[in-house]
């Protein structure tokens, strides 16, 4: 069940979807086909276009509109609640500073699986839209995430999150150690990366 197929422009979605592609073979991949700004956009973004590209044999354009600004970033300014946001950075610099500030507000403020990826997506939604943000909205909304009670729901996209989330709801007893060394057994596989799939592999591994 290890992996068969390569990234090529002949392969189907289906066996796109059944690899596990690490970034730097995304990106390649996309310039090849002809994908535009590939250093600009997020690896799911670039799935995303390279599945259209096979689907259709035809280049599509990325929903999110990338950046051209260049200069200094704003960690290398100096991060503060009142700086807008203007090159953010998702380094741990500024994790940190969102997480240390959060705590501020809300000292027990616990930590949630899929935050941080949400705030991405919360952050790039307001910036399509015109708004001008700082990094007090962004604490604030690091907050509000971190209080979401339950699950949430399933990001389209984000196939590591997604699977991690649905093993350790479905697994008794099972920790994030054994969901990572399930997820790195599931990349190696010629199946679907779902916990689905794999929970169907084992099961048909016992027959």
């Known amino acids: 069940m290890s992996r068969k197929a390569r990234l090529s422009k002949s392969m189907t979605e289906e066996q796109f979807d059944k690899g596990y592609w690490?970034?730097?073979?995304i990106k390649a991949f996309a310039r090849e086909?002809?994908?535009?700004?590939?250093?600009?956009?997020r690896k799911d973004e670039l799935e995303e276009l390279i599945r259209h590209y096979l689907r259709s044999g035809e280049l599509g354009q990325a929903k999110r509109k990338v950046s051209a600004r260049s200069g200094v970033r704003d960690y290398e300014i100096g991060l503060s609640l009142e700086l807008p946001v203007v090159r953010y950075t998702d380094n741990k610099a500024t994790k940190e500073f969102?997480?240390?500030?959060?705590?501020?507000?809300?000292?027990?403020?616990?930590?949630?699986?899929g935050v941080l990826y949400r705030l991405n997506r919360w952050r790039e939604e307001q910036i399509a839209e015109g708004k001008s943000i700082n990094y007090g909205d962004i604490v604030d909304q690091y907050?509000?995430?971190?209080?979401?009670?339950?699950?949430?729901p399933q990001a389209p996209s984000g196939r590591y999150i997604n699977f991690v989330s649905d093993f350790l709801a479905g697994e008794k007893n099972a920790g994030?150690?054994?969901?990572?060394?399930?997820?790195?057994?599931?990349?190696?596989?010629?199946?679907?990366?779902?916990?689905?799939?794999?929970?169907?592999?084992?099961?048909?591994q016992r027959r």
């Open 33 to 41: 086909i002809g994908i535009r700004s590939t250093s600009k956009l």
């Open 22 to 25: 690490y970034a730097v073979e």
């Open 98 to 113: 969102i997480r240390s500030e959060a705590l501020k507000i809300n000292p027990n403020l616990k930590r949630k699986s």
């Open 143 to 152: 907050i509000s995430l971190s209080q979401v009670v339950g699950n949430f």
């Open 176 to 204: 994030r150690e054994e969901a990572l060394q399930a997820w790195e057994e599931l990349k190696r596989l010629d199946i679907v990366k779902s916990y689905r799939a794999w929970k169907e592999y084992h099961k048909a």
